[in-house]
């Protein structure tokens, strides 16, 4: 069974700090995707990566950076030098490929607070 | 960039009551999903269509819920008799081939349902 754990229900962090949301899947397929998205207090949902299974590069965007670790089976992001912008729920997700319609199970997600 | 729409942003129903969300989902999409998301909790998949026809469900989505691409370009979630705990957020999402595309699945914005 597919399963997205997000053990960090909520972080708070003054700005400027770096901040890692944990995330670790579950899956029996081979071929997976992997997502983060960012929901800020409007609610509707950012989509920020999508990551497959083979590719296991680290990845940066600006002050956001991806570590990706088929081992462990995590997908952890990093928010550098943190602003008080970043203050949303983030939620960690996956794919799996044999699905045919490529349904995606979200975690529970992190509540980020970035303190001014 | 082409967005997937969702209409109305709000929407305030009896318990009891039938309701339609609708959505349009982004022109050459072939694949479309119906999310729910109750306050403060996460994502969960309700639905994927494709091909005019349901390709999955979840155990959410059972005889209350249907879904309907009735003019080839709005996709709706209809509850026919709407319960107080099916007060959240639903979000449409739409994606080109599915599993094999490089494209994720586009999100709308979401109606917040609110079950009197």
């Known amino acids: 069974a597919q399963k997205v754990t997000q053990a960090q229900t909520e972080i708070s962090v003054v700005e400027k700090e770096d901040v890692t949301l944990d995330c670790v899947y579950e899956t029996r397929d081979t071929t997976y995707y992997l997502f983060w998205y960012k929901q800020p207090p409007s609610g509707e949902l950012v989509f920020l990566i999508r990551r497959n299974s083979f590719d296991e590069q680290n990845e940066i965007s600006g002050r956001y950076s991806w570590n990706f670790q088929k081992s462990t089976s995590s997908f952890n992001f990093t928010i550098t030098a943190s602003q008080v912008v970043d203050s949303a729920v983030y939620f960690c997700?996956?794919?799996?490929?044999?699905?045919?319609?490529?349904?995606?199970?979200f975690g529970k997600g992190t509540r980020l607070h970035i303190l001014p | 960039e082409p967005e997937v729409t969702q209409t109305p942003s709000h929407q305030v129903t009896q318990m009891g009551q039938e309701v339609i969300l609708r959505c349009v989902p982004i022109s050459n999409h072939l694949y479309f999903y119906w999310y729910r998301q109750i306050l403060g909790q996460k994502v969960e998949f309700l639905v994927s269509f494709y091909n005019n026809e349901i390709s999955e469900k979840s155990e959410i989505f059972d005889d209350q819920f249907s879904v309907e691409r009735p003019d080839g370009s709005n996709f709706t979630l209809k509850i026919r008799s709407t319960k107080l705990e099916d007060s959240a957020m639903y979000f449409c999402?739409?994606?080109?081939?599915?599993?094999?595309?490089?494209?994720?699945?586009?999100f709308g914005d979401g109606t917040r349902l609110s079950i009197l």
């Open positions: 999402a739409s994606s080109e081939l599915g599993s094999y595309s490089n494209q994720p699945q586009h």
């Open positions: 997700a996956l794919s799996e490929a044999m699905n045919r319609d490529d349904k995606i199970i």
